[in-house]
């Protein structure tokens, strides 16, 4: 009824993992908007921000209490898809795994006293310094988990004799030659598609004809955070592509379907491979891969000649990888074009052109961490350990992970829908216009009069 052990491993853990990185990137970057949106309020003295951070605050509940049900199926499934891989590398990853976990125990427990203690503070800015172990919390459980994964791409701390792991040596193996780049990237990256989402939101409801004054501040905040992240992200990419180039070559050579070692390398831009594997109608940009490489645009820059095909990864991930670039420029143009707009008085920030541009940069963040994560670990193969051990041989051979691929799947459609239902009802019974007047009716006075 189901395919082989291995396939089957491989699309569980997939599954989990595209499922469970939608919660994970959330519960990264909405603390420090939430942060931030707090501390503007209490700096300016707006109400209007302070109700910003109570709502995203909510709603961050939500996520992180789906986020912890699908964290955790990820660490039974390590254990029980990937036996071989444990038994070897999991004696080296367990120290970051744990940070991971006392990280997350970190910041929940600072969460629940940012909940439960608003206006119980004369002075408001204690309860603002409460949202900061959160963001740390929540940063470094991203920072942790990461370093896991740049163990898996460039492993180290350990010597490995046949079966038997000696010369153990964790902190080593976390401050790995791809952790700086991986870690960079992963956390600008969550910091960006937070940001975007919250934007999406902010933009339909003033779509919707909400015109109160909160919508505008949120939108504002929100839109200058997308650009701000948007070229951090960019700048992490560059600092990836050198890793790359230096430590992973292959990897780079299949992003970008580099198949000739040579000087002087062209960017190439879509294209598509015809049955000789060679490139047709693409963009070239000349010699800009060798600049994005190393910095110089006569470089050397390795290709795909030089490796056995059969450590090759895929070649369809080049399309990742440019939607994943694209998805990134497309987010970062947005948030250009909106601040523009702010500027130029003759143009409207709130054009539904624009804000309809706004909505849908929201999924296509989420959609390009997607695409990244997938080119991250298929770029990867066909090594789970990099030099060390292929997928193949890490996969559990019990015949009954199809009917746990079938029983996660049930789980996550139901997190899925109970998530969605919980957070609509959350906000949709408690519109904004009806909380200012109920927390802060002078505002809500103010907001009517305009």
Do not use: C
Not at 52 to 57: D, E, G, S, V
Not at 90 to 117: K, Q, R
Not at 210 to 216: A, L
Not at 371 to 399: C, D, H, N
């Amino acid at each position: 009824m189901f395919a082989d052990s291995v396939a089957m491993s491989r699309a569980l853990t997939s599954m989990t993992l595209g499922f469970h990185i939608i919660f994970a990137t959330i519960g990264v970057g909405v603390p420090l908007m939430v942060s931030i949106a707090e501390f503007i309020g209490i700096k300016k003295g707006d109400a209007h921000y302070i109700l910003l951070a109570r709502r995203w605050t909510r709603g961050f509940v939500i996520t992180v209490a789906i986020g912890v049900v699908t964290g955790t199926a990820i660490g039974l499934q390590l254990s029980l898809l990937w036996p071989s891989f444990m038994q070897i590398a999991g004696n080296v990853i367990s120290l970051p795994l744990f940070m991971e976990t006392f990280a997350f125990f970190f910041e929940a427990i600072f969460l629940g006293a940012y909940l439960y203690t608003w206006d119980r503070f004369k002075n408001p800015f204690y309860h603002w310094i409460l949202s900061i172990p959160v963001i740390i919390g929540s940063t470094m459980s991203a920072v942790f988990i990461t370093t896991v994964n740049a163990f898996m791409n460039a492993p180290q701390g350990f010597e490995l004799n046949g079966r038997t792991i000696t010369s153990i040596d964790p902190i080593a193996a976390i401050l790995n030659p791809a952790t700086p780049a991986k870690v960079f990237h992963v956390v600008t990256s969550a910091y960006l598609a937070s940001a975007a989402i919250l934007a999406a939101i902010t933009a339909f409801n003033i779509l919707k004809k909400r015109t109160n004054p909160y919508y505008k501040k949120a939108l504002k905040l929100t839109m200058i955070s997308t650009l701000v992240f948007a070229l951090a992200t960019a700048i992490a990419g560059d600092v990836s592509a050198k890793y790359l180039a230096e430590h992973q070559p292959e990897k780079l050579a299949t992003y970008e379907w580099h198949f000739d070692t040579e000087r002087g390398a062209d960017l190439l831009l879509f294209g598509t491979l015809n049955e000789e594997n060679e490139v047709e109608h693409a963009i070239r940009l000349p010699n800009f891969l060798s600049f994005l490489s190393f910095g110089d645009f006569n470089s050397e820059v390795t290709g795909l000649e030089e490796f056995d095909e059969e450590l090759v990864p895929p070649l369809w991930i080049h399309y990742l990888f440019d939607g994943m670039v694209t998805l990134g420029m497309f987010a970062l143009g947005i948030a250009m074009l909106y601040l523009i707009s702010l500027r130029i008085r003759r143009w409207n920030e709130e054009h539904p052109l624009l804000l309809w541009l706004i909505i849908i940069n929201g999924p296509l963040a989420m959609l390009a961490i997607e695409f990244g994560w997938i080119l991250a670990e298929v770029g990867r193969q066909p090594w789970i350990l990099r030099g060390y051990m292929k997928v193949a041989e890490a996969a559990t051979t019990s015949p009954h992970v199809g009917w746990m691929f079938l029983l996660f799947l049930g789980l996550y459609i139901i997190l899925g829908v109970i998530g969605v239902r919980v957070l609509r009802k959350l906000f949709k019974n408690n519109p904004v216009e009806l909380e200012l007047e109920q927390r802060f009716p002078h505002i809500a006075k103010k907001d009517d009069g305009q």
